[in-house]
């Protein structure tokens, strides 16, 4: 599914967010340590090499709801954005901790000049956060950040299953004809 809003484009597909290799940057659904582990952080870092971790260790720790930005190593992309999203009913207000996620990733993206982002559906692996709850906040986030953004022209979420991408589909149609 694709929609241009204003001058961007808004893309949801299903895929594996180590394998955007036209995208300028991906975001990973980092732990606090932005080390690797499961899910996105082992895709991330498998596909970036070794290097990757090195480099984070100095920005580590990372609080809930807070970004920061490395370079991609052997990512096929320039940069990656690691956020880390809340735990589910853990680390409050969530609702506010994940938009804040999705709002800084685009900032650090926007002041870089990168020209595309793509997005996991943070915290909804092991972190808990129901799918669709969390495809609401993401969808709702990056739709009220479009009309700000200068350089990035392309956003996409990379969904794991078709459940998750269908789940998208649905609340994006729902929130561009609200
Ligand atoms: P969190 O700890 O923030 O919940 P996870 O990595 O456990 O992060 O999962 C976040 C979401 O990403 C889940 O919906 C999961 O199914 C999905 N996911 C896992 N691996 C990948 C991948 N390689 N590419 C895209 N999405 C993935």
Do not use: W
Request: charged share 25%; with cysteine.
């Amino acid at each position: 599914m694709q929609k241009r809003i204003d001058c961007v484009d808004l893309q949801l597909i299903q895929g594996d967010i180590a394998n955007q290799e036209d995208m300028s940057c991906v975001v990973n659904a980092a732990n606090a340590q932005l080390l690797p582990g499961g899910g996105v952080a082992g895709a991330i870092h498998r596909a970036a090499g070794p290097e990757l971790a090195r480099t984070c260790q100095p920005l580590a720790p990372i609080k809930p709801g807070e970004a920061v930005i490395t370079e991609a190593f052997n990512l096929p992309n320039d940069h990656v954005i690691h956020c880390l999203g809340p735990v589910y009913g853990v680390d409050k207000p969530e609702e506010e901790l994940l938009i804040s996620c999705y709002k800084k990733a685009i900032e650090l993206a926007e002041k870089q000049g990168l020209e595309s982002i793509a997005f996991p559906a943070i915290s909804t692996g092991a972190f808990g956060y129901p799918l669709a709850e969390g495809a609401e906040v993401a969808l709702r986030t990056v739709l009220d950040k479009i009309p700000d953004l200068k350089n990035v022209q392309k956003i996409r979420f990379v969904l794991f299953s078709e459940r998750d991408l269908k789940i998208f589909q649905e609340i994006l149609s729902r929130l561009i004809n609200e």
